[in-house]
């Protein structure tokens, strides 16, 4: 089984150094890894690892650069992986990956356990991240719990069958960040077979701020791209509606003491934009290129 490894990258070359260290590290190291980026200036530091290298892209966008490095690996890999830049997988991802890849013929999709994840808070240093590993790895026994189906994959850490992945791509109408670009894949993904969590792929979300997209744009995202999918068939309506609902009503309560490493004010100037948008009929995922 051949594995490729697809990270799209932008702003964070020391992050991006870190996990080529990391992948590089692995007990079972990918065949192939590309960085994907807009500007050389993103490139990983440090990138001097076999199989590993450096796409420059024409299109910004999580999922334009995912994309374009999907084109790259798809014909010659079985499974391909995306993975933050900001992820930290456990020493040994790829060997469970792959065992449980062939144990599971069925699997067109798998995500794995997060012992911790920063993006619900202020961010994870490398060395936190870190820490949690080596306590998990001190923790655990060899008795982990099995895989189970789930709805979604989490894009932090997503291993799709290259067979089962075929022709189907991100969608490029959700731009820059791609909020909900992971759920809408992943469900498309779901119609050719079956989408698993795996508690055996351990990892850290570090949840890095910077090189995210700003608050007035993320809170239009928070709005247009749920409804864009549902038009569309790609999210149940219950999901888009609570997903929505959810975003809103943090924007609203928190407004007044936000948390330190979260624009409230901004998301939730974004979250009336979109709203007057739609109002309008206006409303459609790139008008955050015009914010």
Not at 112 to 137: K, M, W
Not at 157 to 162: H, I, P, T, W
Not at 191 to 216: D, E, F, N
Not at 221 to 237: D, T
């Amino acid at each position: 089984m051949k594995i490729a490894v697809v990270v799209a990258t932008l702003g964070r070359p020391v992050e991006s150094g870190e996990l080529a260290a990391d992948l590089a590290g692995q007990s079972r190291p990918p065949e192939e890894v590309v960085f994907c980026v807009t500007d050389l200036t993103d490139a990983p530091l440090g990138l001097a690892h076999a199989g590993m290298r450096t796409i420059l892209c024409e299109r910004k966008g999580s999922c334009a650069q995912r994309n374009i490095g999907i084109d790259a690996v798809i014909g010659a890999h079985d499974v391909i992986v995306f993975m933050d830049d900001d992820f930290v997988p456990a020493p040994d991802f790829f060997e469970r990956l792959e065992q449980i890849m062939r144990d599971t013929p069925d699997a067109v999709g798998m995500t794995g356990q997060i012992l911790a994840d920063g993006v619900t808070g202020p961010g994870l240093s490398r060395e936190e991240a870190l820490a949690f590993i080596r306590n998990d790895a001190a923790a655990r026994n060899s008795g982990v719990p099995g895989i189970r189906p789930r709805l979604g994959l989490y894009g932090c850490n997503m291993a799709v069958r290259s067979s089962a992945l075929g022709d189907l791509r991100f969608d490029e109408r959700l731009p820059l960040y791609g909020w909900l670009e992971d759920l809408d894949l992943s469900t498309r993904l779901a119609r050719r077979g079956g989408l698993y969590h795996v508690p055996a792929l351990r990892g850290v979300h570090r949840g890095v701020k910077r090189g995210r997209t700003s608050g007035i744009r993320f809170g239009y995202s928070q709005i247009a791209n749920p409804l864009y999918l549902l038009v569309r068939g790609r999210v149940p309506v219950h999901y888009a509606f609570a997903n929505i609902t959810r975003n809103l009503a943090a924007n609203l309560l928190l407004v007044s003491k936000p948390e330190p490493w979260v624009d409230r004010k901004g998301r939730l100037k974004g979250n009336g934009l979109a709203a007057w948008d739609l109002v309008r009929g206006r409303l459609k995922p790139e008008r955050i290129l015009e914010l």
